[in-house]
């Protein structure tokens, strides 16, 4: 714990930017986990790589999440996928950035997808994919070290090369999807055994799933589950529920178990385009905190539909 203690040291006269750096240290001594979205239900491709080609023509799609709003340092959060069907033979490729900001740290991911898809019956369909990616990560020490200055502090970390690759299953038919991966089997230790800390990239599994059901012409309902584990953090359940009406508006909410209520808006704007917003409040005592404004989420999906015959109504998921 050496690393905590020193930031304490550090910055023990600034009760807001403790509890960050807190946050901060305490989280990649033990798990780094991946970056956490709300509307994980139009991003699904950026933790299954089987997803990628799943919806039958290009899809690309940008998200930006702020976390904490009001709060130094706090997460922010952007990503940026695409991904498309190649050819008549079930395979499919995609491309994702992501680019996560933490307080003084930054970590950027580059991934490729690939996935190849069987006929499990007239309308399921049953892919495995495969990701192979390349993390970067920065540290400024030299935004800490102004606080009080340490030797130990003089030297930031700069564009830390480290690759990975991970795996997912993914099933889907007309009306539901389960999937089940992990996105970076390596777990790469960002620091060597002489540095502040040893955090390391550990394996996050996630399990997600969903059901569309028609309950009249006009009015769809979609409730779903995202399990995440990862070792040295609490298990994260993520449910929602959405309903879509007239295949145009999406209004829905959604829980992350102990840890934040959600309100969840979407409107698609044309047969491709697709805007969402999603708000979060926490439910634990950082939620009342006086300089915690919430957690805000914007996603813009762009679908390059060719034929519209080749789709009953929008996909909703």
Do not use: C
Not at 95 to 113: A, C, L, Q, R
Request: glycine share 8%; charged share 15%; proline share 3%.
């Amino acid at each position: 714990m050496a690393f905590l203690k020193r930031y304490n040291q550090i910055i023990k006269s600034n009760s807001i930017k403790l509890f960050y750096i807190i946050l901060l240290a305490s989280a990649p001594l033990y798990a780094q986990q991946d970056a956490q979205y709300t509307q994980y239900m139009y991003n699904t491709v950026s933790v299954n790589p089987g997803y990628a080609g799943s919806r039958g023509h290009m899809s690309i799609a940008a998200l930006h999440r702020s976390q904490w709003l009001g709060l130094e340092g706090a997460p922010i959060t952007q990503t940026l996928n695409l991904h498309t069907p190649i050819g008549y033979r079930g395979v499919g490729l995609g491309f994702s950035i992501v680019n996560d900001k933490i307080g003084p740290t930054s970590e950027t991911n580059f991934d490729i997808d690939f996935s190849y898809t069987i006929y499990t019956s007239r309308e399921g369909r049953l892919s495995f994919g495969f990701k192979a990616g390349a993390n970067l990560l920065d540290i400024r020490f030299s935004e800490l070290n102004q606080y009080a200055p340490d030797q130990a502090l003089e030297n930031d970390i700069n564009n830390r090369f480290s690759p990975n690759f991970g795996a997912g299953v993914y099933y889907h038919n007309e009306h539901f999807y389960a999937g089940l991966s992990v996105p970076r089997f390596l777990q790469t230790s960002h620091f060597d055994e002489s540095s502040l800390s040893t955090a390391k990239e550990r394996m996050n599994f996630y399990f997600i799933t969903g059901y569309v059901w028609d309950l009249n012409r006009f009015l769809k309902f979609k409730p779903t589950l995202l399990t995440k584990v990862v070792q040295g953090a609490p298990l994260q359940v993520d449910l929602s529920a959405n309903f879509m009406l007239n295949d145009k508006f999406i209004l829905g909410a959604a829980y992350r178990w102990d840890a934040a209520v959600s309100g969840i808006i979407g409107f698609n704007v044309s047969e491709g385009l697709l805007i969402g917003m999603a708000y979060d409040r926490e439910i634990t005592e950082l939620g009342s905190a006086a300089f915690n404004d919430g957690s805000f989420e914007i996603i813009f999906r762009y679908d390059f539909i060719k034929t519209r015959g080749q789709l009953k109504s929008p996909r909703f998921f």
